[in-house]
């Protein structure tokens, strides 16, 4: 029986890459039950604490921003094509979305595990709280309404991070 290009089309249109998968799960994080946002944030932050004690204090800044922008570009392509497989919106196993705002949230952040532990506090709030103009940003299409609105949350931790550092309440 001959397959037609059409159904051909129509099948693989349907398919996701492995690597929007990895990219999308955070490596199979967002497969974690209950909050696979959470567990995604909390690998984040796990991670980011691990390598950049490695790095010297002067790239950690740079180092971070860099790894913001690229998991933003690499994950809302992975986003999209997951959701496009899951036949939903926003699906709870991508987490890229989560890896992208943490990383954001965390921007200058001293490790230490008060500053860590806070600025997974933070991020989360406003991930689930989703205040101004947060929530409109869900409503972009596919992958970017995935992702951004996580960033978005992530900016807003970012201010609040900042700020408690500036005015030494994390010490």
């Known amino acids: 029986m001959e397959t037609s290009q059409t159904e051909v089309a129509s099948s693989t249109s349907t398919r996701r890459p492995l690597w929007a998968w990895l990219v999308g799960t ?12 959470t567990w995604g944030s909390t690998a984040t932050v796990l991670l980011w604490s691990f390598f950049a004690y490695f790095l010297p204090y002067t790239y950690r800044l740079p180092v971070i921003v860099v790894l913001a922008i690229a998991v933003i570009a690499i994950g809302i392509p ?13 699906p709870q ?11 954001i949230t965390l921007i200058g952040a001293p490790l230490h595990w008060k500053a860590m532990l806070t600025g997974l506090i933070l991020f989360r709030v406003f991930d689930m709280w989703k205040p101004a103009p947060v929530r409109n940003l869900e409503k972009l299409p596919e992958g970017s309404g995935i992702v951004l609105d996580d960033v978005a949350a992530g900016l807003y931790g970012l201010i609040g991070m900042q700020l408690l550092l500036r005015f030494g309440i994390l010490g």
């Open 93 to 103: 196993h991508v987490v890229i979305d989560e890896v992208a705002g943490q990383l």
């Open 26 to 37: 955070f490596f199979g994080v967002g497969t974690l039950h209950p909050g696979p946002g």
């Open 78 to 90: 992975a986003a999209t094509q997951v959701a496009r497989a899951s036949g939903r919106k926003d």
